[in-house]
């Protein structure tokens, strides 16, 4: 494919539904199914390549992830094609999870929980959380015990244990099991006792052997986002302890310039290179500080968030190009994420400029749309800041389509005070699941 058929139209003025809707197709073009189901190829491109390692069943890059983003978009058009995708794939996630091994919330099985639920409240069909339960079940069984408490991956991060733990609350909470929410707590528990929780040295890919990582998907950020949960869910003081240790340590590292803040990459050898998206930069970490003002009060922690968010704004993105905000446009590390960030603090807040700046992202994501072949909309990116030669258009929640149709879905509900809706948010999401502030709601 030719750089200009790559190119994107500077003049589409599609809404983000019909935006989403037509990554939708991008996403149905790669359909594949067999005697279980329905899977998704990661990138029906003709060269079909994709941006990461295939996990086909993945709530990262895979079904899982796909399962969530046709649900929504069935619930903001109404139209039973989409539940039939999801029912396709759900069935297909129903039959087939025991063949894989990895317990994780974004790659594995914690993820194929969530997607199980969610299709089996809105579906109505009991067999799928069913094998939800199961799933739960597994991952509960499997947690190791000793004299720290239960432990499944030793990393305490959202890659890791941390999504794992918030997967079983939400299972906890959704299937009606209290079993799942004490092993998620004496895991959490382990976790409080860590030093600054939430970083692992040399842990990383392409980072030095003594990086310390900040941010949320691999960084200090999401593990104190998880104590912070967890404290608002028991009221135990050392989950509040460890969560402000993990917050102070985020503050500590990051630049602060009148009401804007950007966070490092890592330290101590990235002070300089400020990711402004959701796995290692300020969508992400503004998530942690938001989640302590809900659950602990103190409004310095949702100025926090504010300031990371002004810190983007102050940035010049999406019109202009930094270090941290390349050519990305997905929800790991792209303006997808950062479009939830500021759908969600309006939901939050009702602070008008974060609705306007949600829209000013939607608009330039939109025009970056490309459909050469009437296949669907799909955004041709550098997934990885550090090759920017492979450009791909990746189907999955994550890295892709489903994942940037989801954002768009998002912020369309974000105009419907009038009819409005649930979105399905992850568990490391912790904004309104209707996205409208109170106000718009009485």
Known sequence: MSLDEMRASSARADTPLTAAILAGRWVRS???????????????????????????????????GIVLFFLELAAATGHEAYLEEARAGARRLAATWREQ????????????????????WALGEGEFESEAAAIADL?????????????????????????????????????????????????GLRVARLPVPGHRFGDCADLPVDAVTPGFLAGTSGTAYLLARLYGLTGEKRFLHGARSGAAFVREVSV???NCAVVPHHV????????????????GVARMFYELYRVAGDPGDLQWAERLAFGIVRSGVP???????????????????MIELFVGLWAATGEQSHLHYARTLAADLIGRAT?????GYRWYQAYRRLRPGEVTADTGYMVGAAGIGAALLHLDAAARADDPRRVILLPDNPFPAIPLPASALR
């Open 30 to 64: 790669a359909a594949v199914d067999d005697e279980h189901g329905r899977r998704w190829l990661a990138n029906p491109d003709a060269r079909g390549e994709s941006a990461v390692t295939p996990q086909p069943w993945s709530l990262y890059s895979g079904a899982a």
């Open 101 to 120: 091994d990895d317990l994780t919330l974004y790659n594995g099985l914690t993820g194929v929980m969530i997607a199980l639920m969610e299709a089996g």
């Open 139 to 187: 991952i509960v069984r499997r947690g190791e015990r000793g004299g720290e408490g239960v432990t499944w991956s030793r990393d305490p991060a959202q890659r890791g244990e941390g999504g794992i733990i918030l997967g079983l609350l939400r299972a906890a909470t959704h299937l009606g099991v209290p079993a799942y929410e004490e092993a998620a707590v004496e895991a």
């Open 256 to 258: 602060v310039t009148g």
């Open 268 to 283: 101590p050898h990235a002070r300089s290179l400020h990711y402004l998206g959701f796995c290692s930069g300020s969508a």
């Open 319 to 337: 019109a202009r190009r930094t270090e941290g905000y390349w050519n990305v446009a997905c929800q790991c590390c792209g303006t997808a994420g």
């Open 371 to 375: 459909d050469p072949d009437g296949r």
